[in-house]
T-cell receptor, first 110, second 115 residues
Framework: RKEVEQDPGPFNVPEGATVAFNCTYS??????FFWYRQDCRKEPKLLMS???SGNEDGRFTAQLNRASQYISLLIRDSKLSDSATYLC???????????FGSGTRLLVRP | NAGVTQTPKFRVLKTGQSMTLLCAQD?????MYWYRQDPGMGLRLIHY???????AKGEVPDGYNVSKKKKQNFLLGLESAAPSQTSVYFC??????????????FGSGTRLTVV
């Protein structure tokens, strides 16, 4: 079993749609959680951290469910510029090392 | 404000050749990492450094060596390149201690093809 698992997609949605991605992680000791965005042939960039109480940044909302060991990312009012691959990232146990999921690809169409 | 800089951006090697990938960061980060990214497999950690002169193996270290003589530079070496090392290589850096809320900062990557 992979340490971090994501649905690879692609999710193909129209502009303005709401889309949600889920991610599961296997290590119950993990403490740090992130969503990264990666554009085609570019480096991953931090989109947002995920806090225990859930957090929001504009159109993006992240949730953490420790009991079920999953993380979600909700994107409201999708824009064409949101088209990218979204990486779920979790630290390995209590260490500083991050484990990256394989990513979920989002395509937003006009 | 350069962040993390990787050189070269592209390279084609013949099987058996050697090369060194360079990574430099100007954020005074203590920790640096080398990853490779292959289709469908996500980012996999090759080697990492937790301070000047200190390195350790990641998930996929075979065929690679690293050097960290200065805090801001982290070198990844391929002694005898193989086609299986065709990949995109990313360098990243982070602050010390628990990862907390800051994650990693990545360089723009090196696309390596071994023929």
């Amino acid at each position: 079993r992979k340490e971090v698992e994501q649905d690879p997609g692609p999710f193909n949605v129209p502009e303005g749609a709401t889309v949600a991605f889920n991610c599961t992680y296997s290590n119950s000791a993990s403490q740090s959680f992130f969503w990264y965005r990666q554009d085609c042939r570019k480096e991953p960039k931090l989109l947002m951290s995920v806090y225990s109480s859930g957090n929001e940044d504009g159109r993006f909302t992240a949730q953490l469910n420790r009991a079920s060991q999953y993380i979600s990312l909700l994107i409201r009012d999708s824009k064409l510029s949101d088209s990218a691959t979204y990486l779920c990232v979790v630290n390995r146990g209590s260490s500083y090392k991050l484990i990256f999921g394989s990513g979920t690809r989002l395509l937003v169409r006009p | 404000n350069a962040g993390v800089t990787q050189t070269p951006k592209f390279r084609v090697l013949k099987t058996g050749q050697s090369m060194t990938l360079l990574c430099a960061q100007d954020m005074n980060h203590e920790y640096m990492y080398w990853y490779r990214q292959d289709p469908g497999m996500g980012l996999r950690l090759i080697h990492y450094s937790v301070g000047e002169g200190t390195t350790a193996k990641g998930e996929v270290p075979d065929g690679y060596n690293v050097s960290k003589k200065k805090k801001q530079n982290f070198l990844l070496g391929l002694e005898s390149a193989a086609p299986s090392q065709t990949s995109v290589y990313f360098c990243a850096s982070s602050t010390t201690g628990p990862v907390a809320n800051y994650g990693y900062t990545f360089g723009s990557g090196t696309r390596l093809t071994v023929v």
